[in-house]
């Protein structure tokens, strides 16, 4: 099993949620996972049963028709789906990502309007920050919102790598509203996707991740009323980065399972495959790399979850976040690598997943953040709390 320590740590609900979880991953994920992605389809049956199981909407209120629990919850949640099958679990992620932040900034009406649609699997979002100009560099959007004479915006412009956005009936849009104004001019917007003047420009093939889409959007004088409109403007920014605070718990746990899953597959292995007239599992060399991958899925989950406790009591995880992040998505890539190394021959082929958990491992070092990135904003923490 995966740790006993870590299981008794957990309270009943969280047991509960990570057995019906995995058992689900199990019996329903896992085994469309790679017919899922080599066919690059959507998931839309599972997103239909995450929605049943009340993991598209872990951690937003009840009376909005979420689930009701915690980030704690949130981040056992993914790292099941994704051992089970990582592209399913981030339409999971961004869908949470996009809920968060309607939920801490909306008004009741933006909250009837644009969270309780989300909540259930039936509709999906997406969460446009990212253009062809500006990834890390956030603040640097080039996405204009004007206002027009009735006092509603008008956006143009182009947003990239745009997860989920293929299949979403909305989202949030971030805009300027004054590039002089930099971080300061990026507003947030609400929208539903099937409005005038917004069109998929582009469905992108990619590496891994196949089965969830990631597409350019185009934003042609789309008009949003004032109403829709998250936060006051210029709040965009802020906005961004606090929602990402969270929605990088999601990434942490999701790599946490890729890596999980490749851990457990190098085991099945290495008890089965016999060299040099013993079960690979007898030989250190081997070993070692088992033991390192333990090491690292246990720290990963471990950092996680301090991250989602913090969340869930209120304090500030913007560094915790950010190390849980990056530990756990280097060691996706980390595990996925050595699962490969292995497995050998059998390892690079897609007779087993191991491929797949590598190409799905990549970019979770890449999303919601990269690694420099991460590394750019402990740092900063750390800085700032030896200043103070
Ligand atoms: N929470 C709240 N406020 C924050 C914050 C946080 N975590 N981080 C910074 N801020 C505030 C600062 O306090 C500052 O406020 P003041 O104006 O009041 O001083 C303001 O934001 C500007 O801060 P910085 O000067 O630090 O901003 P910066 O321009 O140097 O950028 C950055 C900092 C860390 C590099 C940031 O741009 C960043 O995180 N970039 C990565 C963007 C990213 O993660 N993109 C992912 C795209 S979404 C996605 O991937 C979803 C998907 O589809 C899968």
Not at 165 to 190: C, M, Y
Request: proline content about 2%; aromatic content about 6%; glycine content about 10%.
């Amino acid at each position: 099993d995966r740790g006993i320590a870590c299981l008794a740590a957990l309270s009943e609900t969280h047991q509960i949620l990570q057995k019906t979880c995995r058992d689900f991953a199990n019996a329903e994920l896992a085994p469309h996972a790679r017919r899922h992605d080599r066919e690059q389809l959507y998931p839309a049956e599972q997103v239909r049963r995450l929605g049943e199981l009340g993991l598209m909407s872990v951690a937003v209120q009840e009376e909005y028709g979420g689930t009701g629990l915690d980030y704690q919850a949130y981040a056992i949640g993914m790292e099941e789906v994704a051992r089970g099958d990582a592209a399913v679990s981030i339409v999971m992620g961004v869908n949470n990502l996009y809920l968060g932040a309607v939920q801490q900034h909306g008004t009741e009406a933006q909250k009837q309007e644009f969270l309780v649609p989300y909540t259930q699997g039936k509709h999906i979002a997406f969460y446009a920050l990212s253009e062809p100009g500006s990834g890390s560099d956030a603040s640097a959007a080039s996405t204009t919102a004007k206002p027009n004479a009735g006092g509603d915006y008008l956006l143009n412009g182009t947003k990239a790598w745009i997860s989920n956005s293929k299949e979403a009936s909305g989202g949030i849009i971030f805009a300027t509203i004054d590039k002089s104004l930099k971080h300061k001019g990026i507003t947030a917007f609400l929208t539903e996707k099937n409005v005038p003047g917004l069109s998929i420009a582009k469905k992108e093939s990619k590496l891994g991740m196949c089965a969830s889409s990631t597409c350019q959007l185009t934003l042609d004088d789309v008009c949003v009323p004032q109403s829709q409109l998250l936060g006051s403007p210029g709040d965009g920014f802020k906005i961004a980065m606090g929602s990402l605070d969270c929605g990088r718990i999601g990434i942490a746990a999701q790599s946490t399972g890729i890596a999980q899953a490749a851990l457990e597959l190098a085991i099945d292995y290495a008890e089965k495959r016999v060299a040099f007239g013993q079960r690979l599992a007898r030989l250190q060399m081997i070993q070692q790399k088992l033991a390192d991958m333990a090491l690292r899925v246990e720290t990963a989950r471990l950092l996680t979850w301090r991250a989602a406790w913090l969340k869930d009591n209120g304090l500030s995880i913007t560094k915790e976040a950010a190390m849980a992040k990056l530990h756990a998505s280097e060691t996706a890539t980390y595990c996925a690598h050595q699962c490969i190394q292995i497995l050998g021959g059998m390892g690079y082929t897609t007779d087993l997943p191991a491929e797949m958990y590598y190409r799905n491992a990549r970019v979770t070092e890449i999303y919601e953040g990269t690694s420099e990135i991460q590394r750019i904003v402990i740092a900063n923490c750390v800085l700032q709390s030896i200043s103070n």
